[in-house]
């Protein structure tokens, strides 16, 4: 068995394509969804629960592993996946979103980026370089490039200025990336949302050519249906046989809209932040867990999920750890956020392979757009359930 990095469909509904990808760490069904691991943990979960959501790929990031605990010491300690207890895939993000967060904090030239660090406030620089290297001491299956992504809105001529400096920096990751059998990197698509400007990117990374291509500086306030459109401009210019990932997004119908645009790949701290301020995701759209109509509820969140907040657990319990302050309801309700974002993904995916993504998708949005389970539809079980 060839142990080299690629993508291999296995079907097409319009745009949409559902495939595998094959890495140095395992296979990966796409679509699919990456839960955000930022600083070498995915926040209040245990791997073994990400694991048991079928999450297949997570992320770490170069900043903030950089900064602490350092990516030396994570290489000589066997690099991130021995390090953090994760086997399979891990794709980390290049530090060029946070550092650019910073705001007055960092200063760009056209070499890289100084910045302070936002923990102790030393001093530290990131080039394409740098940041192409700490990626490779953290052992990532997938390595991103190091690029600039202005805030939008923005005038035209800035964002022209910062996807050609990103595009001139692709070129300069791509020198310092080590290839090895199974491990890729990806060029990262800029331009905002001006289509000529997206195009010029996607010519510049072909010519470079890179393993997998990302598209990036979305999901920054221009709303869903630039974002959208910006896809159908942008998407089909990606070589076929390439996996695509849309980084940063999105909401359960972001992910949908995406995937029928031809998006393989996604990650959000959404479904783990919401986790943490007692939103969940559901079928039929979000609940706030601290809301008073949960404090008697016995049902689950969800009466299709099997995760342990809603096999083991009430609503009813999840409302009082959460008004409680109690770290186990974070923790509840992040992996089931996670599971939810995971069946989601693997639903789409079947439907694509079945070729009945329309009605999947139609069925999708018509349940969002509906209330809550009412009791007759899901009704409160005759005994509360015993762990
Ligand atoms: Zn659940």
């Given at each position: 068995?060839?142990?080299?990095?690629?993508?291999?469909?296995?079907?097409?509904?319009?745009?949409?394509?559902?495939?595998?990808?094959?890495?140095?760490?395992?296979?990966?069904?796409?679509?699919?969804?990456?839960?955000?691991?930022?600083?070498?943990?995915?926040k209040a979960m245990t791997m073994d629960?990400?694991?048991?959501?079928?999450?297949?790929?997570?992320?770490?990031?170069?900043?903030?592993?950089?900064?602490?605990?350092?990516?030396?010491?994570?290489?000589?300690?066997?690099?991130?996946?021995?390090?953090?207890?994760?086997?399979?895939?891990?794709?980390?993000?290049?530090?060029?979103?946070?550092?650019?967060?910073?705001?007055?904090?960092?200063?760009?030239?056209?070499?890289?980026?100084?910045?302070?660090?936002?923990?102790?406030?030393?001093?530290?620089?990131?080039?394409?370089?740098?940041?192409?290297?700490?990626?490779?001491?953290?052992?990532?299956?997938?390595?991103?490039?190091?690029?600039?992504?202005?805030?939008?809105?923005?005038?035209?001529?800035?964002?022209?200025?910062?996807?050609?400096?990103?595009?001139?920096?692709?070129?300069?990751?791509?020198?310092a990336f080590v290839p090895r059998p199974?491990?890729?990197?990806?060029?990262?698509?800029?331009?905002?949302?001006?289509?000529?400007?997206?195009?010029?990117?996607?010519?510049?990374?072909?010519?470079?050519?890179?393993?997998?291509?990302?598209?990036?500086?979305?999901?920054?306030?221009?709303?869903?249906?630039?974002?959208?459109?910006?896809?159908?401009?942008?998407?089909?210019?990606?070589?076929?046989?390439?996996?695509?990932?849309?980084?940063?997004?999105?909401?359960?119908?972001?992910l949908l809209g995406a995937v029928e645009?031809?998006?393989?790949?996604?990650?959000?701290?959404?479904?783990?932040?919401?986790?943490?301020?007692?939103?969940?995701?559901?079928?039929?759209?979000?609940?706030?867990?601290?809301?008073?109509?949960?404090?008697?509820?016995?049902?689950?969140?969800?009466?299709?999920?099997?995760?342990?907040?809603?096999?083991?657990?009430?609503?009813?319990?999840?409302?009082?750890?959460?008004?409680?302050?109690?770290?186990?309801?974070?923790?509840?309700?992040?992996?089931?956020?996670?599971?939810?974002?995971?069946?989601?993904?693997?639903?789409?995916?079947?439907?694509?392979?079945?070729?009945?993504?329309?009605?999947?998708?139609?069925?999708?949005?018509?349940?969002?757009?509906?209330?809550?389970?009412?009791?007759?539809?899901?009704?409160?079980?005759?005994?509360?359930?015993?762990?």
């Amino acid at each position: 068995m060839s142990t080299a990095f690629r993508w291999v469909a296995q079907a097409r509904a319009g745009r949409a394509r559902a495939g595998h990808l094959h890495t140095a760490h395992g296979i990966v069904p796409t679509p699919t969804f990456m839960p955000v691991g930022t600083v070498g943990t995915v926040k209040a979960m245990t791997m073994d629960a990400v694991r048991s959501t079928g999450a297949g790929i997570v992320l770490g990031n170069t900043y903030h592993l950089m900064l602490r605990p350092g990516a030396e010491r994570v290489r000589a300690q066997g690099g991130l996946h021995r390090f953090m207890d994760w086997p399979g895939p891990i794709l980390t993000d290049s530090g060029g979103f946070q550092v650019m967060s910073l705001g007055a904090l960092r200063k760009l030239d056209q070499d890289g980026v100084t910045f302070n660090s936002h923990i102790d406030g030393s001093k530290h620089r990131l080039t394409p370089e740098r940041s192409t290297d700490i990626q490779n001491a953290l052992d990532a299956t997938i390595t991103m490039c190091f690029d600039e992504c202005p805030a939008l809105p923005a005038p035209t001529e800035t964002i022209a200025q910062s996807m050609r400096l990103s595009m001139r920096w692709a070129a300069r990751c791509r020198e310092a990336f080590v290839p090895r059998p199974g491990y890729a990197q990806y060029g990262i698509i800029q331009g905002g949302t001006e289509p000529e400007l997206r195009a010029e990117s996607v010519r510049a990374l072909t010519d470079i050519g890179f393993e997998g291509y990302a598209i990036g500086g979305l999901a920054v306030g221009e709303g869903q249906a630039l974002m959208f459109a910006t896809l159908d401009s942008t998407v089909p210019l990606i070589p076929q046989d390439r996996p695509r990932y849309l980084m940063g997004v999105g909401t359960p119908d972001d992910l949908l809209g995406a995937v029928e645009r031809g998006v393989d790949m996604f990650d959000c701290v959404m479904p783990t932040r919401a986790g943490r301020t007692a939103r969940a995701y559901t079928e039929r759209g979000t609940l706030n867990l601290r809301n008073a109509r949960h404090a008697d509820d016995l049902r689950p969140i969800s009466p299709h999920c099997d995760c342990l907040a809603c096999s083991r657990h009430s609503r009813a319990y999840l409302h009082h750890l959460f008004r409680a302050n109690e770290m186990l309801g974070p923790m509840l309700l992040t992996w089931h956020n996670i599971a939810y974002y995971q069946r989601l993904m693997r639903g789409i995916r079947a439907a694509i392979v079945e070729g009945t993504l329309d009605a999947h998708g139609s069925w999708l949005r018509a349940q969002w757009a509906m209330d809550d389970w009412t009791p007759d539809e899901m009704p409160p079980p005759d005994i509360p359930p015993v762990p």
